[in-house]
């Protein structure tokens, strides 16, 4: 049965492949009542949305964000109940935006070293106008038929120390926790099986990390219960979500991730005090 409550998805508006509105209205179908979106610094896919809350007067959205932390302490940060209006954290967003469209256009020409010559104006095309990223390079491999996934392209060419990824030094992850608590928002560790340590967990709480992400698909029962407690030794919100991305990503089930009732009640009630 989908989870009533999803906290992780994505949208056209960053390397999803369903529009904002595609996506409220298959969450809505599927009994969702607590809807975030998190795009890649973006909120567009949530800006999108509000003039039609009335078309599903059921289902709460989440103002949302994820973005990358990189340096010595690389990452994925969640951001909760921000507040999509500050103008200083949209400034923000669009210089993220700007340098994460050199990165790839970097990561393009690296595989261009490699004798895989893509059409810039294709890579852009994948993106249809939202924020680009690897998944859109990944896309574009997929068009040309040189992998057959996403995943493929990652494990082959983009991910990280892969042989067309390039790295970043900013922002930093104290940076990047500032920028989503400095717009009201909670700032939590997304999907921590792929990259986290508990050394890792512990610098970035004293960095100002809020919470974590608990309940997450490739997060097995015990390593669920691993990071509850974790949670609760550094007295941190736990969250959860599908990291829905839309067909053609590989990550495609929506709600698939049981993310208790009361987790937004508690993910609320600590951004009432950042």
Known sequence: MPSRTDLHTHTTASDGTLTPEELFDKAAGLGVRVLAITDHDSTNGYDALQPLRSR?????????????????????????????????????????????????????????????????????????????GRPHLADAL????????????????????????????????????????????????????YDTSEELLKALVSEGL??????????????TQRYLEMAKDLQLVVTGGSDFHGPRTGRTALASVTVPEDVLEILEKRSQNI
């Open 142 to 193: 997929l068009e040309r038929r040189i992998v057959k996934t996403r995943q493929e392209a990652f494990d082959r060419f983009l991910k990280r120390n892969g042989p067309a990824y390039v790295a970043q030094d900013e922002p930093r992850s104290r940076q990047t926790i500032e920028l989503i608590r400095n717009a009201g928002g909670v700032a939590v560790l997304a999907h921590p099986s």
């Open 210 to 223: 809020n919470g974590i992400e608990a309940y997450y698909p490739d997060h097995s029962r015990s390593l």
């Open 56 to 132: 599903h007067p059921d289902v709460r959205l989440v103002p949302g964000i994820e973005m990358s932390a990189e340096g010595d302490k690389p990452c994925h940060l969640l951001g909760y109940f921000i507040n999509p209006t500050g103008q200083a954290f949209q400034t923000s967003l669009r210089q993220l935006r700007d340098k994460r469209v050199e990165r790839v256009r970097a990561m393009a020409d690296k595989l261009g070293q490699l004798g895989i010559e893509l059409d810039w104006s294709r890579i852009v095309a994948q993106a249809k106008g939202g924020c680009l």
